[in-house]
């Protein structure tokens, strides 16, 4: 095996020549086969449909629970009992696929998708504001805020950090992994799906 690096002035390229009995049959194989991208578009429906079943089931295994101040804040919302990732709905709904010659893809463009994901801490910055919001104090509306604002003392919020646990719906279960696995051994043993 030899390892050749060769760095241009803003990138690496890095070439791997492997010497051994398997490669000319391996090349052999590739080169009797068409396009992939059926397989490639069948697998990332499949990872598409594990994501749905993700967020259905609130994670697989189960993800952790909110913190009290957000069930609270849900409440106040009219939001909660609900599930973990589906306020709105919005981040599942985002979740699309795509596929292309050797590559199935699933994710998302929503911002705030990969904390979600991974988890994370966000650092929020001190605040303050010179007006309060007015509020309802009687009623089936009492607490809640209503529109407009009234000029006054206002409130401060001092800096502090939210930390979310990671909630991964994009994945594979590993029932799931070798459904895929099938198919792409059917694929490259029978040119089928």
């Known amino acids: 095996m030899t390892l050749t690096s060769t760095p241009p002035v803003r990138k690496m390229q890095i070439s791997v020549t492997v010497d ?3 490669t000319p049959a391996l090349k052999a194989l590739y080169a009797g086969t068409k396009s992939n991208l059926p397989l490639m578009q ?24 909110l913190a009290a101040s957000t069930i609270k804040s849900r409440e106040r919302r009219h939001k909660w009992p609900g599930k973990i990732l589906q306020v709105t709905g ?20 929503i911002r705030y998708g ?10 929020m910055a001190a605040r303050s504001a010179l007006y309060k919001q007015n509020r309802y104090s ?21 800096a502090h950090s939210i930390t979310i646990p990671p909630r991964p719906y994009l994945g594979l279960q ?16 029978t040119a089928t799906i």
Request: aromatic share 6%; hydrophobic share 35%; proline share 2%.
């Open 174 to 189: 590993p029932a799931e992994v070798q459904l895929i696995l099938g198919k792409v051994q059917k694929f490259y043993t």
């Open 90 to 109: 919005a981040l599942a709904a985002s979740v699309h696929s795509t596929s292309r010659e050797g590559e199935a893809i699933v994710g998302t463009n």
């Open 20 to 22: 051994d009995k398997a």
């Open 138 to 158: 009687k009623g089936k509306k009492k607490g809640q805020f209503k529109k407009g604002t009234t000029a006054g003392q206002g409130f401060t919020i001092g």
């Open 42 to 65: 069948k697998i990332s429906v499949e990872m598409l449909m594990s994501t749905k079943r993700n967020f259905q089931a609130q994670g697989r295994p189960k993800w952790e629970g």
């Open 114 to 123: 990969r904390i979600q994901q991974m988890g994370g801490t966000i650092n």
